[in-house]
């Protein structure tokens, strides 16, 4: 079946620091969805990607769709407090297939 | 968007009974389904909940130990039956509307059994 893996896993930054985590697909994806949900609370949709190389930004996020369509990457810039939390990619086949996770800690 | 209630938040049960949790849609959606998540692990889906028809279960889900139901396109109940501490859990509720792919969550049920 599909598989959908991120790293890394864990995170600590300090704020300020930027953030990266990568989500990588045993298969092509028709499309990558992002989530963030943070200590105590539900998934929260963040973007959706479509297109092969596609890049999507959101204030401070970066998101971006391989060429290949079987990878992404999230990207936060000087990162802050209210960033915790964990960030999960879902590939979209048949049905959405979440990712691994990678859990994101700030200290200031 | 979708606003979705669901119920209990939390509870503790002992091992062998059954515990239904609720999902409340505030608009009819196309597609409803439950996932479990363990702590500090990803969501794994157990089932897509059909309006009118018996659930789609995953690999590893069987419909004795999970029956759902969904009697309208605003609601849906999941039971988790002769509960054992394994299956201490968060279990949410999501949607997806027609037209789109993204989904939407519930606030969570969370589960324990001892």
């Known amino acids: 079946g599909q598989q959908v893996m991120q790293i890394p896993q864990y995170q600590h930054v300090q704020e300020g620091e930027d953030f990266t985590t990568y989500c990588n697909s045993s298969?092509?994806?028709?499309?990558i969805q992002w989530y963030k949900q943070r200590p105590g609370g539900h998934p929260v949709f963040l973007i959706q990607?479509?297109?092969?190389?596609e890049v999507k930004k959101q204030k401070r996020l970066t998101f971006q769709f391989g060429e290949a369509k079987k990878n992404s990457s999230l990207h936060i810039t000087a990162t802050q407090t209210t960033d915790v939390g964990t960030y999960f990619c879902a590939g979209l086949w048949s049905k959405l297939t979440f990712g691994t996770g990678t859990q994101l800690k700030v200290e200031l | 968007s979708a606003v979705i209630s669901q119920k209990p938040s939390r509870d503790i049960c002992q091992r062998g009974t059954s515990l239904t949790i609720q999902c409340q849609v505030d608009?009819?959606?196309?597609?409803m389904f439950w996932y479990r998540q363990q702590p500090g692990q990803s969501l794994t889906l157990i089932a897509t909940a059909n309006q009118g028809s018996e659930a789609t279960y995953e690999s590893g889900f069987v419909i004795d130990k999970f029956p759902i139901s969904r009697p309208n396109l605003t609601f849906s109940t999941l039971t988790v039956s002769n509960m054992s501490p394994e299956d201490s859990s968060i279990y949410l509720c999501?949607?997806?509307?027609?037209?789109?792919?993204?989904?939407?969550f519930g606030q969570g049920t969370r589960l324990t059994v001892v």
């Open positions: 990607l479509v297109k092969s190389g």
């Open positions: 608009s009819q959606v196309t597609m």
């Open positions: 999501s949607v997806i509307h027609t037209g789109n792919t993204e989904a939407f």
């Open positions: 298969t092509t994806l028709s499309n």
